[in-house]
């Protein structure tokens, strides 16, 4: 997989590392089981490395969509503790 997400489970910060060859700043959301998209915001400290803030978001599994901008998105299954 070109994309680091850790950790997992997680609790309050989620960390996304990229492949410097994939595109930068990318788009990425989270989204309950349902498919309902969760209110929380990915914040790019560099090209390659974000964060997303998942301290008001409730317990249970989600799913990280990671948006490649014309290529097949990528999806993870994210634990939140």
């Known amino acids: 997989n070109s ?3 850790y950790p997992n ?4 910060i989620l960390h996304l590392k990229k492949n410097p060859a994939m595109p930068e ?3 990425a ?3 309950d089981i349902s498919g309902r ?3 929380v915001d990915l914040q790019y400290s ?3 490395n974000a964060t997303m803030d998942i ?3 409730v317990p249970g599994i989600y ?9 097949a998105p990528i999806f993870e299954k994210i634990i939140v503790q």
């Open 29 to 31: 959301s989270l989204v």
């Open 3 to 5: 994309i680091l997400v």
């Open 55 to 57: 301290r008001n978001i």
């Open 37 to 39: 998209k969760m209110a």
């Open 9 to 12: 489970p997680a609790h309050d």
């Open 63 to 71: 799913i990280l969509k990671i948006d490649l901008r014309g290529a």
């Open 25 to 27: 700043n990318i788009p």
């Open 46 to 48: 560099s090209p390659f």
